[in-house]
């Protein structure tokens, strides 16, 4: 595996969560890398594997996912560019869910022994995952609140909101417009709702006018509105400067 100057994209999302020396950032800039290309639903990991790898989104939006006995699926977290959603396999041997992309994505490979010899060797660094761990833990148990306690509306408006503020951190949106080629039935499947609410919660929101969608391309045309309407509080994002 070659260097790559994909690694940017992680230093750029670790910066928004805690300050990097220079050093730092000079180690994580020559981190071997591999990308690789996924269309939408085709599990990069699965639950029970058993990886050597984990991998940083360089692209795109992933998803952890559940699934039940009889077939249907949960989505416990999105993933955007910049995330290492399976970080934690570095501890642990046996994967407890599947990643899945949500919509056609790039992902970046990177070796297990490669990231325990840059923690063994670089605390500094080693803190840093630690943290954007520990965030990935504050952002399910909010997604745990949102689905457990929150209605269809105020659910689908939390979300929008989360994706827009880490979308925004790692330079992939401006203005609150974002493409998002996600589909409803994903959108449901986060949210715990069937696809024919989601397409009711989401007409909702554009007769109100919080939202416009145009194909794949949202826009938040009322962000106070919508921060109100999902009841949404940034804390847990544990973005620098909040």
């Known amino acids: ?12 999302k670790l910066q928004t969560i805690s300050g990097l020396g220079q050093s730092d950032t000079a180690i994580l800039e020559n981190v071997a890398i591999q990308e690789k290309e996924y269309q939408a639903n085709a599990d990069i ?6 990886p050597t790898l984990s991998f940083v989104v360089l692209d795109g939006l992933i998803g952890s996912t559940k699934m039940t006995g009889d077939g249907k699926r949960q989505i416990t977290s999105f993933f955007v560019p910049g995330d290492i959603p399976d970080l934690h396999g570095l501890h642990l041997s046996v994967m407890d869910c599947s990643f899945t992309p949500l919509m056609p994505s790039r992902v970046g490979f990177m070796r297990h022994d490669a990231l325990r010899a840059i923690c063994d060797q670089h605390p500094s660094i080693m803190r840093v995952f630690w943290r954007s761990t520990v965030i990935d833990a504050a952002i399910y148990r909010e997604w745990v609140t949102n689905v457990g306690r929150r209605d269809a509306y105020t659910r689908m408006a939390h979300i929008l909101c989360e994706l827009i503020v880490r979308l925004r951190a790692v330079g992939r949106i401006e203005d609150h417009v974002a493409r998002l080629p996600i589909t409803q039935a994903a959108l449901g499947d986060a949210l715990g709702l069937s696809t024919v609410h989601v397409n009711r919660v989401l007409q909702d929101l554009r007769r109100d006018g919080l939202i416009s969608t145009v194909g794949s391309r949202f826009h938040a045309t009322d962000w106070a509105g919508l921060i109100r309407a999902g009841d949404f509080d940034p804390t847990y994002l544990h973005q620098k400067g909040r």
């Open 1 to 12: 595996m070659a260097q790559n100057p994909s690694s940017n994209i992680l230093i750029r």
């Open 45 to 50: 990991l699965r639950d029970g594997d058993q």
